[in-house]
T-cell receptor, first 113, second 112 residues
Framework: KNEVEQSPQNLTAQEGEFITINCSYSVGISALHWLQQHPGGGIVSLFMLSSGKKKHGRLIATINIQEKHSSLHITASHPRDSAVYICAVTTLDSGGGADGLTFGKGTHLIIQP | NAGVTQTPKFRILKIGQSMTLQCTQDMNHNYMYWYRQDPGMGLKLIYYSVGAGITDKGEVPNGYNVSRSTTEDFPLRLELAAPSQTSVYFC???????????FGPGTRLTVL
């Protein structure tokens, strides 16, 4: 059983649409990360959060610790947002994250003009 | 700062060959990681290091070895390449616990 589940696996939307990507996890965590993997393969960190909500530009990340669920929202989506979005967690038994992250499989997002 | 750099970007190996994937970071981060990414799967941790001279196994360490002689460098060694090691390999680093990870650009390895 995967400890980190993402949905949907694939998402195609039209430019301007509001996008939501979901992440559920089954283990105790100290932090949740949202990452973006560009078509060229590079991975960048978008957010790290342990409670509440964070916003950066058109991106918003929320987390509900009690429900073990996080969402990544993109407002006014644009073709340049097309990428794989990856949810990852720092589990409570990972020595504070010293031994790395546990990753979901990613959500492949395509924004059409 | 260059961040996390990896070499080579691409490599094709024959079964049984060996190679070293290089990873260097210039951010003075203590923690470094090697992950592999297979199609349709989440990244898996191979090895990690919490500082120079200290390394430990991750989830999928078989067939790999690492060393950490300096803070900056964390090479990954494949001794006897197998087709199952065909993957994209990412090196990452972080400054300490509860902080974001910075990823290198990846190395795409094919073993034939």
């Amino acid at each position: 059983k995967n400890e980190v589940e993402q949905s949907p696996q694939n998402l195609t939307a039209q430019e301007g649409e509001f996008i939501t990507i979901n992440c559920s996890y089954s283990v105790g965590i100290s932090a949740l990360h949202w990452l973006q993997q560009h078509p060229g393969g590079g991975i960048v960190s978008l957010f790290m959060l342990s409670s509440g909500k964070k916003k950066h530009g058109r991106l918003i990340a929320t987390i509900n610790i009690q429900e073990k669920h996080s969402s990544l929202h993109i407002t006014a989506s644009h073709p340049r947002d097309s990428a794989v979005y990856i949810c990852a967690v720092t589990t409570l038994d990972s020595g504070g994250g010293a031994d790395g992250l546990t990753f979901g499989k990613g959500t492949h997002l395509i924004i059409q003009p | 700062n260059a961040g996390v750099t990896q070499t080579p970007k691409f490599r094709i190996l024959k079964i049984g060959q060996s190679m070293t994937l290089q990873c260097t970071q210039d951010m003075n981060h203590n923690y470094m990681y090697w992950y592999r990414q297979d199609p349709g799967m989440g990244l898996k941790l191979i090895y990690y290091s919490v500082g120079a001279g200290i390394t430990d196994k991750g989830e999928v360490p078989n067939g790999y070895n690492v060393s950490r002689s300096t803070t900056e460098d964390f090479p990954l060694r494949l001794e006897l390449a197998a087709p199952s090691q065909t993957s994209v390999y990412f090196c990452a680093s972080r400054t300490g616990n509860y902080n974001e990870q910075f990823f290198g650009p990846g190395t795409r390895l094919t073993v034939l």
